[in-house]
Each structure stands twice: as structure tokens, then as C-alpha cells.
């Protein structure tokens, strides 16, 4: 009797387990969601929940991800469909398999993606580019990314990689680096097939790359570093030299860069005894001079530029998330925050430009905890 009450002890064990896996696995289709709700100078739709956005293409057509999986949904369809589920060893980046593991300890940025001038598809995740150049049917590894890993780092920023008018792919290293080793830009000259160093920063000189940004107005590679006073600085790639605007102080500490016509804006992410609250600033290109236009509540992550108008997004230190949208450039507002929801991770508000000034963010850790993405329209 013993015996059968602990075999059958197991199998309830195995089975419930077994659901518990299964249910946690990230679902074959999401559903589009509408719900609308105002904030200051803009409109907010709710339209997805469990999936960061990562791409729109010029017809509407959007690529998001959850976890290791990849979403796709037509311009003209309400539901994302998944298209692939990359094939991760189980042991590696455990997060990234089940969603109830990334809402449990909040770690939700599992890979990052892009969609080539080819229509190819690149994917950073757990250490690997990958590559599918026949819409996610098939995917192969091509690359191994060296910093990567527990200790180590994450490998690469959301606005660490790029493509130029050529169809050459750029990325950057980021990672911990507590040793101040060399910090590398890599190159794809054909689709991400295969990668070479573009640049190298000398060891001691930089902790990390924070974004590769392709600006069309200067048809230049554009990079930000960090994290110290002497290693922070925004420049772009000119052949085998970086060419360096400004550096040396948090002014000059960016993750992500807007370029219009005549200026190059970005939030700072860091404060020192100099610069005791962070800001944004703008470079202007005729003058090549910084000016401070805004002060923001906490550090700015990611932003992006529609037609005439701009979202900078802070992370969720300080007063909480915030999402400061411009229509000018230099007269800038908050329009929403939200409250960190864990202490222990950052919150962020990632930024993905669709048309016009039609902008989705997708939040992380802010507010309920949950991620979401939303619609946001300036009028």
C-alpha cells in the first residue's frame, strides 16, 4: 500500500509538473487587445500583453518576441502569430523558456531582433546570432557572441545594433566588464552571414558599448559608451577611427541617440557631482555644439523620431518610468509614468517608431509588472 501511494505520489508529482511546464510555454497565437486611455498631449492604446516589439516595416507588418519565441503579425490581422520558437539548449538562459519564470524574476529581454533591407532575420539570444532568411521557417546559428553569460553580461543593448544603406550590420559589445578589456564593433558585409571587427576600443578605455545607431542625414555609424566620467562618449565610425563629438563627462552618457536634420538629441543615463539630474541635450550639426534643452526625472533609455515629433523614455528610478515626447525638439513634456515594480531590475519603456508620429512602447517592470505594449499617438 506503501508502495502505491508513493508511485502514484510521483506520477501526480511528474503530471503536475508537466502542466505546470506546458501552461508556462508561450502560447501559438496572442491576440490584438483595444483599449484606449488619454495621457498628457498624446493618445494611448493598449494592444498587446506578454510581447516586446521589435520591428515594423514600412507596411505596417510587426515582428515581436516573447521569451525565445517570435511573433509575427500582418498589417491587416489582429492576432500575432508565433513563427519560431528558437531552439535554446534548456540549461542555458532558463528565463527565456517559460513566461512564468520571466514574470516571476522579471527578466524579459531574452533576445533582440532585427529584420535585414533583404528581409532576413537576425536574432541576438543567449550568446548566438542567429539567421533566417526564409521567414523564420528554418534558423541557423552563424556567430558566437564571446561576452555573453552568468557574470558576464547580457552581450548587447536594445539599440546595440544597426543596419546602413549598404545593407552592412553593425553590432557592439556589451557586457560587465570589470576589467576594462577590449570592447569590440562587429561587422556583416553579406546579410549576417558571417562577422568581422569593424572597430576596437583599446583595453581600459571604455566598459562597454551602449548603442551602433545607422544616421541617414551623415550616412555614418553612430556609437555611445559608458559608464565612468572618462569612458562615457558619442562619436561615429569613420572608416577604421571613431570620431569622438564630445566625452569625458555624464552630458556625454547616452543608450540611445535621435537624429533630425540640424540636431542629435539624447537623454543622459547617469548622474555625477557635475550633472546631479539627468537631462537632455541636443548637438547641433552646423555648430557642433551641446546645449541642455530639458531636465527628466530619471536615467533615459530608449527614444525614437517620428515626423516632427520625439519620445525619450526614462527608467523607472526616481519618480518611475516615464515616456517625455516633444514636438519640436526642444520644448519637451511628460506625458505618463509608471511605478517600478520590483527594486531589484530596472523598469524600462522600450520605443518602436511605426509612421508619422505613431510610436508603440512596450513596458517592463513598471507598473502591475506586467509587459505590455501600447500604441501612442501625438497629435
Known amino acids: 500500500m506503501k508502495k502505491k501511494i508513493i508511485f502514484f505520489s510521483i506520477v501526480l508529482l ?16 496572442i491576440n490584438e487587445e483595444d483599449l484606449n486611455s488619454k495621457l ?35 498589417y491587416d490581422r489582429n492576432e500575432y502569430r508565433r513563427i519560431k520558437r528558437l531552439n535554446i ?16 524574476f522579471n527578466v524579459q529581454e531574452s533576445l533582440e531582433l532585427m529584420i535585414t533591407k533583404e528581409g532576413t532575420i537576425i536574432v541576438f539570444a543567449a550568446g548566438y546570432i542567429y539567421r533566417s532568411a526564409d521567414s523564420g521557417r528554418s534558423i541557423q546559428r552563424v556567430h558566437k557572441m564571446e561576452n555573453f553569460g552568468r557574470g558576464i553580461g547580457r552581450g548587447i543593448m536594445p539599440q546595440g545594433y544597426t ?43 571604455i566598459r562597454h558599448i551602449h548603442s ?42 547616452a543608450v540611445s541617440l535621435v537624429f533630425d536634420k540640424d540636431y542629435i538629441y539624447w537623454g543622459t543615463d547617469g548622474k555625477s557631482a557635475e550633472y546631479p ?6 548637438w547641433s550639426r552646423s555648430k557642433e555644439e551641446t546645449e541642455i534643452i530639458a531636465t527628466i526625472d ?32 526642444l520644448n519637451w513634456e511628460k506625458a ?30 513598471l507598473g502591475d509588472g506586467a509587459v505590455k505594449t501600447k500604441k501612442i499617438l501625438l497629435n
Open 212 to 253: 551602433v545607431q545607422y544616421d541617414k542625414i551623415s550616412d555614418k555609424i553612430w556609437l555611445t559608451t559608458g559608464d565612468a566620467d572618462p569612458e562615457c562618449s558619442i562619436g561615429y565610425l569613420d572608416g577604421n577611427e571613431y570620431i569622438i563629438i564630445g566625452e569625458g563627462s555624464k552630458k556625454w552618457v
Open 14 to 29: 511528474i503530471i503536475s509538473i508537466t502542466i505546470i511546464v506546458y501552461s508556462g510555454l508561450d502560447p501559438a497565437i
Open 163 to 205: 543596419e546602413d544603406a549598404k545593407g552592412n550590420i553593425y553590432w557592439g559589445e556589451y557586457f560587465r566588464n570589470p576589467e576594462r578589456e577590449v570592447v569590440r564593433v562587429w561587422k556583416s558585409n553579406n546579410d549576417g552571414i558571417d562577422w568581422k571587427i569593424a572597430y576596437e576600443f583599446k583595453p581600459g578605455s
Open 277 to 282: 539630474e539627468n537631462h537632455i541635450v541636443r
Open 336 to 365: 505618463i509614468s509608471w511605478p517600478e515594480y520590483r527594486d531589484n531590475r530596472h523598469g524600462v519603456i522600450r520605443v518602436t517608431h511605426k509612421e508619422k508620429c505613431t510610436f508603440y512602447i512596450t513596458k517592463i517592470n
Open 40 to 74: 498628457n498631449g498624446a493618445k494611448l492604446h493598449s494592444i498587446a500583453t506578454d510581447l516586446i516589439f521589435q520591428h515594423i516595416d514600412s507596411t505596417g507588418n510587426i515582428w515581436a518576441t516573447a521569451g525565445y519565441s517570435i511573433y509575427f503579425k500582418p
Open 89 to 104: 539548449p534548456f540549461g542555458e538562459e532558463l528565463f527565456g523558456h517559460f513566461r512564468y519564470l520571466r514574470n516571476m
Open 298 to 329: 530619471s536615467d533615459a533609455f530608449y527614444s525614437a523620431k517620428g515626423d516632427s515629433c520625439y519620445v525619450i523614455t526614462t527608467d523607472g528610478k526616481g519618480d518611475g518610468g516615464s515616456i517625455w515626447i516633444s514636438r519640436d525638439g
